[in-house]
């Protein structure tokens, strides 16, 4: 079983519907967890933190977080063409060194 | 500007050749970080470190070695050791409150192509 897993997509939305990403963790210690989005030939950008049960929400973006089902979402609502991008979930690992595991990432295809 | 600088953004060498790989942060941050990222897999950690003169081996360091002489620089050796070099190379930073990292912040990556 890996870390951290994502389903690879594609996710293909059409312009102004609500994406839904996915990831599930296997470090039941985990206490962070982190959303970042990597446009093709860049770096990952932060887009979201969530440390604590519930949802937490930042303009267009909620992530949602379940300890109990090991299980981090990332809802982006109103869906632009811009959106386009592979996005990474990322877990502290809670055995010490502050070392990030990333999942694979899901490339999500928002389409006019 | 604050931020974290990486270069150069592509690099060539050919196989046998030692090659670093410069990263430089001026936003006060305690911990740098090096990862590794290959087509179609997630980042993998190189090598990290929390303060001026010491770090540590991530799930890669085979074939990797780093300094940290000054807060704000982190170079990364890639060494004729390492079995596939050829990547894209992320070096990013966070701050440290008390032994936990927040947010990790990364540079715009190198690109290494070694023939």
């Known amino acids: 079983q890996k870390e951290v897993e994502q389903n690879s997509g594609p996710l293909s939305v059409p312009e102004g519907a609500i994406a839904s990403l996915n990831c599930t963790y296997s470090d039941r210690g985990s206490q962070s967890f982190f959303w970042y989005r990597q446009y093709s030939g860049k770096s990952p950008e932060l887009i979201m933190s969530i440390y604590s049960n519930g949802d937490k929400e930042d303009g267009r973006f909620t992530a949602q977080l379940n300890k109990a089902s090991q299980y981090v979402s990332l809802l982006i609502r109103d869906s632009q063409p811009s959106d386009s991008a592979t996005y990474l979930c990322a877990v502290l690992f809670s055995g010490g060194y502050n070392k990030l595991i990333f999942g694979a990432g899901t490339r999500l295809a928002v389409h006019p | 500007d604050g931020g974290i600088t990486q270069s150069p953004k592509y690099l060539f060498r050919k196989e046998g050749q030692n090659v670093t790989l410069s990263c430089e942060q001026n936003?006060?941050?305690?911990?740098m970080y090096w990862y590794r990222q290959d087509p179609g897999q997630g980042l993998r950690l190189i090598y990290y470190s929390q303060i001026v003169n010491d770090f540590q081996k991530g799930d890669i360091a085979e074939g990797y070695s780093v300094s940290r002489e000054k807060k704000e620089s982190f170079p990364l050796t890639v060494t004729s050791a390492q079995k596939n070099p050829t990547a894209f190379y992320l070096c990013?930073?966070?701050?440290?409150?008390?032994?936990?990292?927040?947010?990790?912040?990364f540079g715009p990556g190198t690109r290494l192509t070694v023939t």
């Open positions: 990013a930073s966070s701050i440290i409150i008390g032994t936990a990292s927040y947010e990790q912040y």
């Open positions: 936003l006060n941050h305690d911990a």
